[in-house]
């Protein structure tokens, strides 16, 4: 049963556009992630909020902006998307603390870039 | 830096046959955690193993930390165990997941 949701599946754009994805966890986690797997199926966390508070930031470009209203929801958006942005980017949520390690995986949006 | 190195990259099988699936990581990791990942889906935790041996119908994890390993064994395989089956290990921070390239299990009728 699906409780982390990713909206959209799929996106195709432009080089230079701007996108933005969504996500929401209705499992009352405080932790939310942000990864992006490349073509070669490498996983790597971008993001990482607590309770709405950024905890981890990793080397990303800075066209990668995470927005959190609230604890449930983690959107990622990418201004100026260049054909490198092309991947799969997995949304996550967490309990803090000693559970920290119980995540639980959205569907994924596959974002391509011409 | 932070490893995580997965052997091997893909395997084949017939239905039946038994898998095994090895993972090692760099000194400064702990906390081991296997994934399996559908086509096209999204990935699903199988063990969060930090050490010693777990087991969960035909799956068994077993983690080393001392020699900095762990294994994933599938049991007569069948053909929806298919799919990429990932290790992750925590950083030495312990608030982010480091993930290994994934093993691509094909298992044949």
């Known amino acids: 049963e699906t409780a982390v949701f990713q909206t959209p599946n799929y996106h195709v754009t432009q080089v230079g556009n701007e996108v933005s994805f969504n996500c929401k966890q209705t499992?009352?986690?405080?932790?939310m992630y942000w990864y992006k797997q490349d073509s070669k199926k490498l996983l790597k966390i971008m993001f990482s909020?607590?309770?709405?508070?950024?905890?981890v930031n990793e080397t990303v470009p800075r066209r990668f902006s995470p927005q959190s209203s609230d604890k449930a929801h983690l959107n990622l958006r990418i201004k100026s998307v260049e054909p490198e942005d092309s991947a799969v980017y997995l949304c996550?949520?967490?309990?803090?603390?000693?559970?920290?390690?119980?995540?639980?995986f959205g569907p994924g949006t596959r974002l391509t870039v011409l | 830096g932070q490893q995580v190195q997965q052997s091997p990259a893909s395997l084949v099988l017939q239905e039946g046959e038994n898998a095994e699936l090895q993972c090692n990581f760099s000194?400064?990791?702990?906390?081991m955690q296997w994934f399996y990942q559908r086509p096209g889906g999204s990935l699903v935790s199988l063990f969060y193993n930090p050490s010693g041996t777990k087991h969960s119908g035909r799956l068994t994890s077993t983690t080393v930390i001392k020699e900095r390993r762990s294994s994933l064994h599938i049991s007569s395989s069948q053909t929806t165990d298919s799919g990429t089956y990932l290790c992750?290990?925590?950083?030495?921070?312990?608030?982010?997941?480091?993930f290994g390239i994934g093993t691509l299990l094909s298992v044949k009728p």
């Open positions: 992750a290990s925590y950083g030495s921070s312990g608030n982010k997941l480091i």
């Open positions: 909020y607590n309770n709405k508070q950024l905890i």
């Open positions: 996550a949520s967490s309990p803090t603390g000693a559970r920290a390690y119980e995540q639980y």
């Open positions: 499992l009352g986690h405080d932790t």
């Open positions: 000194t400064s990791l702990n906390s």
